[in-house]
């Protein structure tokens, strides 16, 4: 049996598929996810499927900013881990930021608020997640830290502002956690994923037309799907990649070389 990865943000989209990704590879599972009552019913179903898969699974549905709620994650693994193994494996695909133009005259603006949640929520919050990991030393000796990023990183999109600065300091903090965690033993790296039809990307205003554009753009003719970004984080995880370190790895189907 394999060790336990941590899936933050593992209840939809990039994260969920690749919570059931890496339970195919036989990981044990810790959760961790904010959803509605209105949802559960869906998300308890998507969970099932994986338990159904034979590994160990802990969901907690609870809010991955605040320090008490990380503790209260450590605690219950803390009482799982002796018997069963040590973290291997961190997955950061927490989307919770503000889609508001610059520039309005008839409704709300970006605000610095704005992007100081954007940017604790999107990237900060990697990590703290990290460094609290290894201070529980809760993690094993070959770690592979993975985040998601998106071409939003280098390309203005409109009201992307917040979630764009966002991007940028997750790759940056990605990079230094693979130069600064590397002598203990961590992998970190980021994976830029194609336009994905996901719930986060319909919040997105005019991510109909960002998808026409995509579809124009891709050479294969298709979004990427969620599976496409599971399947080459479950490459990352494998012992053969533990020489890729601090990249940023496009998996688009070749949509950003055009």
Same mark, same amino acid.
Request: glycine content about 8%; aromatic content about 6%.
């Given at each position: 049996?394999?060790?336990?990865? /941590?899936?933050?943000? !593992?209840?939809? !989209? =990039?994260?969920?598929?690749?919570?059931?990704?890496?339970?195919?590879?036989?990981?044990?599972?810790?959760?961790?996810?904010? &959803?509605?009552?209105?949802?559960?019913?869906?998300?308890?179903?998507?969970?099932?499927?994986?338990?159904?898969?034979?590994?160990?699974? @802990?969901?907690? #549905?609870?809010?991955?900013?605040?320090?008490?709620?990380?503790?209260?994650?450590?605690?219950?693994?803390?009482?799982?881990?002796?018997?069963?193994?040590?973290?291997?494996?961190?997955?950061?695909?927490?989307?919770?930021?503000?889609? +508001?133009?610059?520039?309005?005259?008839?409704?709300?603006?970006?605000?610095?608020? &704005?992007?100081?949640?954007? /940017?604790?929520?999107?990237? /900060?919050?990697?990590?703290?997640?990290?460094?609290?990991?290894?201070?529980?030393? =809760?993690?094993? +000796?070959?770690?592979?830290?993975?985040?998601?990023?998106?071409?939003?990183? @280098?390309?203005?999109?409109?009201?992307?502002?917040?979630?764009?600065?966002? +991007?940028?300091?997750?790759?940056?903090?990605? @990079? #230094?956690?693979?130069?600064?965690?590397?002598?203990?033993?961590?992998?970190?790296?980021?994976?830029?994923?194609?336009?994905?039809?996901?719930?986060?990307?319909?919040?997105?205003? !005019?991510?109909?037309?960002?998808?026409?554009?995509?579809?124009?753009?891709?050479?294969?003719? @298709?979004?990427?799907?969620?599976?496409?970004?599971?399947?080459?984080?479950?490459?990352?995880?494998?012992?053969? $990649? $533990?020489?890729?370190?601090?990249?940023?790895?496009?998996?688009?189907?070749?949509?950003?070389?055009?």
């Amino acid at each position: 049996m394999k060790n336990w990865a /941590i899936i933050l943000g !593992g209840s939809s !989209g =990039l994260g969920l598929a690749t919570a059931k990704e890496l339970a195919h590879l036989g990981w044990n599972l810790a959760i961790v996810h904010r &959803d509605r009552k209105s949802v559960m019913r869906e998300v308890d179903a998507h969970f099932a499927e994986i338990a159904a898969m034979g590994v160990s699974l @802990r969901t907690f #549905n609870v809010d991955a900013m605040k320090p008490e709620k990380r503790q209260a994650v450590f605690d219950e693994l803390k009482t799982i881990l002796p018997a069963e193994g040590n973290i291997g494996v961190l997955v950061h695909s927490i989307a919770k930021g503000n889609l +508001k133009p610059m520039l309005s005259e008839d409704g709300p603006r970006l605000q610095q608020d &704005d992007f100081q949640l954007t /940017i604790e929520a999107m990237a /900060i919050s990697l990590y703290e997640w990290v460094q609290a990991l290894y201070e529980s030393k =809760l993690f094993g +000796k070959d770690t592979r830290i993975i985040s998601f990023t998106s071409e939003g990183n @280098r390309k203005a999109w409109q009201n992307y502002a917040a979630v764009s600065a966002a +991007k940028a300091a997750l790759e940056a903090i990605t @990079r #230094n956690i693979a130069l600064e965690f590397a002598p203990y033993g961590f992998r970190a790296n980021c994976v830029q994923a194609g336009t994905t039809d996901t719930a986060s990307l319909r919040m997105i205003p !005019g991510s109909e037309q960002l998808k026409a554009h995509s579809l124009q753009r891709n050479p294969f003719g @298709r979004l990427t799907q969620p599976e496409d970004v599971a399947r080459v984080v479950g490459l990352l995880v494998q012992p053969e $990649a $533990a020489w890729i370190n601090g990249a940023v790895i496009p998996v688009d189907g070749g949509e950003h070389i055009r």
